[in-house]
Every structure is written in C-alpha cells, then in structure tokens.
C-alpha cells in the first residue's frame, strides 16, 4: 500500500500544507490524517481539489484540497473578487452581499469571505446571522450590488457546506459569469494569493431593515386578501427543519394576516446538525414526520416545511381518507401556477402579455394550464438560474406570474431572482385558505385541476453506475437512447423526440425537424407519445447515475375517480420502466 502512486502523490500534496502558510489546527488536522494507518481520509481530502463549478462550491468539510474550509472557500472569494474588479472597472464602488445558512462554519465561511473581499476593496454587506436564500439575491438587487454569495449546501446531509454565487441580477450565475469566475478561481494556486486581512471600513451589517424590505415586497403578491381574513384562523404547522427559515417564515405567515402558526419547538432549534432528521431534505417523507404528528394532534389544515437555507417548500395535507399525504414538487408547482393564473384571471389582471416559466421536467399540466388560459410558457432547463434567466431576459417586456420545477422549488414575485420558500409558504396558505373559503380541502382543489386538466402522475428514476466502467457504461446508454429511440414506450407510438444536445426536435410522423431555442445545450433527451407519456433522460452532473423522469397521463371525470386514476397511473409507469429496460 505505501508504494501505491495515488497514495504517494496524496501524501506529497498534503505536506504542502505542512509547510505551506495554513493555521496549526489545519496542519494538526494534516498530520493526524498522514499518520493514520488507514488512507482513505487523506486521499478522500486531497486526491483532487474541490472544483468550484457553474454552481459554486458544495463538498465536505475538512482539511484538503477536496473539501470545504477556509482555504478553499479563500480561493473561491479571491478568484471573484478578482473577476468583479476587471468586469466593473468604471463602477466607483463594486458591492457584494454575503448571507449564511445553520450549517456548521457558515458564519466562519462568511465573515472569512467578507475580509477577503473588503481586502480588494470591495464593499461587503453581511448579514448579522443566518438569512433565506432569497432574501440574499433579494438584497443584491435591492442596494445595486455587482453580486453576492450565500454559504449554504441546501439540503444536504451535514458534513456538507457550499457557497452560491451571484450576479448584479440577484440571480446565480450563467454564461459567460459563470465560467469565467471558474477561470479565475482556478488561476489561484498559492495560499499566498488570498488576501484574508480585511479592511472593517467596507463592510456594513445588515439585518432587520433588510427583512423589513423583504417581508413588505412578500406582503405584495397576495391576491386573496379577503378570503385570508375569514380564515385567518387557519391551522398552519410549519417547521423549518433546524433552518434559517425559523428567522422569516413565520413572521411573513403573520403579515399575510394568519394567526394559527404552529410550531415544531425541537425543530425551531437552530442546528447544523440537524439532530431530529436523518437527512433535512423536504422532499423526503421522514424529514416532514415532527410536523405531520403535530398537524394530527392539532387537527391542522396544512404543513409546511423548508430545507435548510430556505429555498424550496414541503408540504403534506390530508387526502379524502383523512390520512396526511406529501404533495410532491409537482404537484406544488400545479397549485401554485393554477392558483396564480385562475386569480390573475378573476382579477382581471390578464392582458395577453404574461407568462410563467417551468423547467423541462416539470409536469406539462402546466403548460396546458397556461395555454387554455392565454398565457405564454416558457421551458427551461433545470436549474433555478434558468427560470432567473428567463425572467431577465423578459424584464420590461412581459409580465412575469410565477415559476418553478419538479424539485420543490418556487417563485411567485420578480423582487428576488432565486427559488424563495418565504414568499412561496405565504401564497401556499393563501391557496389553502381561498380553497377552504371556496368549501375545499387543498387535496380538494389538487383533485379539480385533475378534473379540469386531466389526471397526472410522475416518477423519477436513478440508476447507478459506479466507477470509470459505470461512466463509460452512462455514456453508451445515452449515445445508444439518442442513435436508437424507442419507436413507442409502454405500447404507445413516440411521436415527437427532443435532444438538447443537438437543440432539435423530431416529428417523429414526418420525419420533420426543427430548432429547440435554448440558451445552451445539455445532455438532455426527450420523448413525447401519443398517449401523452413524457420521458425524460439525462446524466446526473454531480453523481454516478443516469436519471429518468417518467410522466403519465390519464382521465378523470370526478374527484370519486381519483383512486382508479392513480392506480392506472402506477402501473403505466411499471409498463414504462419495462420498455426501456429500468
């Protein structure tokens, strides 16, 4: 084992560090690791260096090269300050905002950020503790600022932490930013570049005035003021799942006008350890399983939870069996989008020149809702930043309604340019409260979209491939779904394919294609049958699988149909899954 090259080039990196200009608790950490009998955690910390990507960084914490602390978070920092200071040469005074998550060295990541930046003269506002997400790229736009970080790894386990960042927009970065602040971090190869001595004088602590500003701009979008006074009594129990959405969601829920906000006290505890749940991902039945007992000893009418840095909603409400049930992203982005366009309507808001925007996995329901109703829809990929961009790209020119994507994520206002889980838990109450003032449950309501649009069901599907023989293995079954399309999937005709990577779409009838008008290409396949079956098809970025996302679509006539049509649904997705073999 001592003479296994890997193992020796990792033990030559990390001496580096030894001797290199780092903190002795870093190197004490380096040594501990070197002396180790077992390897494995050197090499993990050091075999590569953690890659700041189109997204940031997100990895473990620890010492190394491959792992998030201040030395990596340093080069991160000084890499865009150095791109900032030649992309805005002419502005007096380029200023960036810095917010945190719960997560453990998030306040250590960010105050760390901040010297570097005010080191290269560049004004910092730091927000005084923990702060949403969206109240960060909220706060770009609000004080003019060039860009923005935020330290947070979302809804990963907790030995993560990740850093965001921005652009003068509010929104995450894309093309060209994106790539070229890569290339400036990347150009960091010495400690010794970092400039950590930072100058008090530029940065300013900001806080309450700037939640005052958020909550006021969230206060806007109700568009059911009076149906939230006769039910302002509505039992909501929210948890923030050990988050920062404990600093905000409540108090948003109170302006809006409710007075029944129930707690998870043990999950309102601040903690990057996420001490109650396994994982503090909404998406995940077990992360909701505090609140759903709370909701049944309370009789409540919904829960609401979000992920640790308060970006993307849960939420659970009770079926007509009166058994709480998890809605999925999906189905959230339906009642969102249904909501905003039926009330845009009834408000006579609606002049022909709105839109809404979702991801191409996103449920088609809601183009169909869209379409019926005079709206134009957009379709991006995945990714918030792509729904920002759309929304950029429209400024001035259309009216934006909403948006959002199968992964939980929502934004139902135009002041901030992220998913915003504030804003979206207040308008959630407000479609639960119009719904109870309209004599429905929101399972109710999500039923009548069913009724109204037709039955919808969707299933995502990973399958792994691990190691150099499991990549190339991924690559094959793209290459071979995008030269050999199924000819029909579950015993329906493929009648139009679409592969972003090419930016073409196939009729697959005529044999006619035309262009796909995307911002870029991705490793994307799409196939659409006559029965209304969607199939989506794509490499994870981050992981060692090939995902597939699967929608069905059936009838339903009455709310009475909706068991029969979730089960036919369940097993047209069986039939799909046999049809391509996963």
């Known amino acids: 084992m001592e003479n296994n090259p890997l193992q020796m080039d990792v033990i030559a990196k990390a001496q580096t560090w030894l001797t290199g200009n780092y903190n002795e608790e870093t190197k004490n950490e380096i040594r501990r690791m070197i002396d180790a009998e077992d390897k494995t955690e050197l090499i993990e910390s050091f075999y590569r260096n953690l890659e700041f ?29 150095n791109y900032l200071l030649a992309q805005f040469p002419n502005v007096a005074q380029i200023g960036v905002v810095i917010g945190h998550d719960c997560r453990n060295n998030s306040r250590l990541f960010s105050v760390i950020s901040a010297n570097i930046f005010s080191a290269n003269g560049i004004k910092v506002y730091l927000f005084e503790d923990l702060r949403p997400t969206p109240e960060v790229s909220f706060a770009i736009r609000q004080l003019g600022c060039q860009s923005g970080i935020i330290l947070t790894a979302s809804h990963n386990p907790k030995e993560y932490n990740g850093y965001k960042a921005y652009w003068d927009d509010g929104a995450q970065m894309i093309a060209p930013h994106d790539e070229n602040v890569i290339t400036e971090v990347n150009k960091i190869e010495s400690v010794n ?66 007075t029944n906000i129930i707690n998870v006290p043990e999950q309102d505890v601040t903690s990057g350890d996420f001490p109650t749940v396994i994982s503090p991902n909404p998406e995940e039945p077990a992360a909701l399983d505090m609140a759903v007992k709370k909701a049944i000893a309370t009789d409540a009418d919904i829960v609401m939870a979000s992920d640790p840095d308060a970006d993307r909603l849960g939420i659970a409400v009770k079926n007509d069996k009166d058994e709480w049930v998890l809605v999925n992203g999906n189905q959230t982005a339906l009642l969102f989008i249904y909501y905003l366009i039926r009330r845009w309507k009834e408000l006579g808001k609606l002049t022909g020149n709105e839109y809404v925007v979702k991801t191409i996995v996103t449920t088609e329901i809601i183009k169909q809702i869209a379409e019926r109703n005079g709206v134009e829809i957009f379709d991006c990929f995945t990714g918030f930043k792509w729904i920002a961009a759309v929304i950029r790209e429209n400024e001035g020119i259309k009216q934006y309604i909403g948006g959002g994507e199968e992964s939980y994520g929502f934004l139902p206002e135009e002041f901030a340019r992220d998913k915003d889980a504030v804003s979206s838990c207040a308008l959630m109450a407000e479609i639960a409260a119009w719904a109870k003032d309209n004599g429905k449950t929101l399972f109710e309501q999500l039923q009548d979209i069913y009724v109204e649009y037709g039955y919808g069901k969707e299933k995502g599907i990973s399958v792994v491939r691990k190691g150099k023989s499991g990549a190339e293995e991924i690559i094959e079954m793209m290459k ?16 139009f394919i679409k592969d972003y990577e090419t930016l073409k779409m196939t009729n697959v009838a005529t044999g006619e294609v035309t262009d796909l008008v995307m911002p870029t290409t991705a490793n994307v396949l799409q196939y659409f049958t006559e029965d209304g079956t969607k199939i989506s098809v794509r490499p994870s970025g981050t992981e060692p699988k090939i995902k597939f996302y699967i929608e069905v679509r059936g009838e339903m006539k009455s709310r009475a149909e909706y068991d029969a049509a979730d089960k036919a649904a369940n097993l047209k997705i069986e039939a799909v899954r046999a049809s391509l073999g996963v």
């Open 53 to 81: 990507g189109t997204g940031g960084l997100r990895g473990i914490m620890g010492a190394g090269t491959n792992r998030m602390n201040i030395y990596t978070v340093g080069a991160a920092t000084q890499g865009l300050s």
């Open 193 to 258: 570049e970092i400039k950590f001595e930072g100058n008090p004088a530029l940065i300013e602590i900001i806080g309450e005035e700037m939640d005052k500003a958020f909550i006021e701009a969230i206060k806007g979008i109700t568009l059911s003021p009076d149906a939230i006074k006769r039910n302002s009594d509505l039992k909501i129990v929210y948890t923030p799942i050990h988050g920062t959405g404990v600093k905000l969601i409540p108090r948003a829920l109170r302006e809006f006008g409710f």
């Open 480 to 495: 071979n779904f995008s030269s050999n399309p199924p000819k029909e999937i579950a015993g329906s005709k493929v009648t």
